[in-house]
């Protein structure tokens, strides 16, 4: 009796995550497809964070103390200058700070700011008091630091329950998955306390 998955022939294959050593079986289809590489996700994950852009393996951790070269105006700088980017071969960013913000505000401004007014209109502010909250934030997510395409507002849910806000109630600029992360747990302190033991 055939006891693989589905009943079909399956191949022993080893977990393609470098450090990993781990055997597991793999369907015809999924060999085929170049599907389930990996023994776990775990394992999944943690290739994906070894590749760099374009699925080049990342170059080894830079001395946290010495000073980094901006791609934009050529200056070397202190790494607390560059801004966090997950696709970054050093984890951070290719240009510093001051140069993404004003890259990207005249970037806005040329296209006539972002692709439409309404997300500024429905939480009652306009696109230069976003990006001047952007800019005092270092030109990225208030929690992370880090700069997206997708950058969320941010507004305080007691004072306006629903998904829009007003100029009263704006709090800041977060990144999705920052902006996701605190409406799950509902934007209760407890709730990340209690978050915060469970992970420490």
Known sequence: MDNSPKGKSATEWTCEYGECKETFLRLPWEIKQGAKRFCSKDCSIKEQQALGRWGRKSSSPADPDS?????????????????????????????????????TTKKYKENGGYSTDWRFKRHGISMDIFEEMLKSQGGGCAICGQFTNAMCIDHNHSHCPGSYGCSKCFRGVLCSQ???????????????EMAIIYCS
């Open 67 to 103: 000073p980094k070269k901006c791609s934009k105006c050529g200056e070397e700088k202190d790494r607390s200058c560059f801004g966090k980017h997950v696709n970054g071969r050093d984890g951070l960013m290719a240009e510093c700070k001051p140069c993404h913000v004003a890259r």
């Open 178 to 192: 920052c902006n996701m992360a605190i409406g799950i747990l509902k934007e209760d302190v407890k709730l990340f």
